[in-house]
C-alpha cells in the first residue's frame, strides 16, 4: 500500500536558524507525484510544491528548497532562516491512482515552530 | 485566481442534529474532495467526486454522505451528529487531466464542534 511517513511530530527553532522537515513514501507506482502543503493557524492548506519521480533536481524558491531522492523515497524540505512566519503545520502528500480519478495519500504532519 | 469557499468557518451543532457543510470552487474543476483532520492523524479523505452526481466512498466515509449536483458544489452531510464527528472539515478540488499530476486547492476550512 501506498504510504507518507512524517516522522517530525512538531520541531521548534529559533528565528534564523535552518530547518528540515522530513518526508519518505512508499509507493509502487513508477510515475508519481509529491507535493508540499504549509497550514498556517488559519486552517486553509497552501499549496507550495509539486515534483515528479522523473525530475530529481533540487528545487529552490527563495528560502525554501526541496530534496527529492528516488533512492531513498524521501522528498525532504528546507527553510534557510527561517522566521516566525514559517511557523505552521506542513504536509507532504502522495499522489495515487483511485476510482475515476487520482487522490492523495498524506503525511501526519510536522508542527513548526519559529520562536523569536 | 483559485478559490475554494466553505459554508462557515465555525460550527456548534448538538448531538443527533443534521448537519450540511458546503464547498464551492469556482475554477470548473471536475473532481471535490472532503477530508477531515485530527491531531496526531493528518487528513483523511472522507468522499470524493469526479464528476456531477458521481460519489466515491474514501477512506472514512461512515456517518457521512454527500452530494453534488452541480459541478461547482459540493456537500458533505452529516445525518446524524455524534460527538466523535467534532473536528477540522476541509474541501478541495483539482482538475481532471487523466494524470496524478493534478494540484488540490483547498478551502479555509470549517471547524465543527459537536455537543
Known amino acids: ?116 | 485566481d483559485v478559490k475554494v469557499t466553505q459554508s462557515s468557518r465555525y460550527l456548534v451543532k448538538r448531538t443527533g442534529e443534521k448537519v450540511f457543510l458546503e464547498c464551492v470552487q469556482d475554477m470548473d474543476h471536475e473532481n471535490m474532495f472532503w477530508y477531515r483532520q485530527d491531531p496526531g492523524l493528518g487528513l483523511r479523505l472522507i468522499y470524493f467526486s469526479y464528476d456531477v452526481k458521481m460519489k466515491e466512498k474514501g477512506d472514512i466515509p461512515e456517518g457521512y454522505s454527500v452530494s453534488r449536483e452541480k459541478k461547482e458544489r459540493f456537500s458533505l452531510i452529516l445525518e446524524s451528529a455524534s460527538t466523535n464527528q467534532t473536528s477540522m472539515y476541509l474541501c478541495a478540488s483539482s482538475l481532471f487531466s487523466g494524470s496524478n499530476r493534478e494540484t488540490q486547492y483547498f478551502g479555509p476550512g470549517t471547524r465543527l464542534l459537536v455537543l
Do not use: H, M
Request: hydrophobic share 35%.
Open chain 1, 1 to 116: 500500500a501506498q504510504k507518507v511517513t512524517q516522522a517530525q511530530t512538531e520541531i521548534s527553532v529559533v528565528e534564523k536558524e535552518d530547518v528540515t522537515l522530513d518526508c519518505v513514501y512508499e509507493t509502487r507506482d513508477t510515475t508519481y507525484y509529491l507535493f508540499w502543503y504549509k497550514q498556517p493557524p488559519s486552517g486553509e492548506l497552501v499549496f507550495l510544491i509539486r515534483r515528479n519521480s522523473f525530475d530529481e533536481q533540487n528545487e529552490i524558491s527563495g528560502r525554501y528548497s526541496w530534496n527529492f531522492q528516488k533512492s531513498t523515497s524521501s522528498f525532504n524540505f528546507t527553510i534557510t532562516a527561517s522566521q516566525v512566519v514559517d511557523s505552521a503545520v506542513y504536509f507532504c502528500a502522495l499522489s495515487e491512482p483511485t476510482s475515476g480519478t487520482y487522490k492523495y495519500i498524506f503525511g501526519t504532519g510536522t508542527r513548526l515552530k519559529v520562536l523569536a
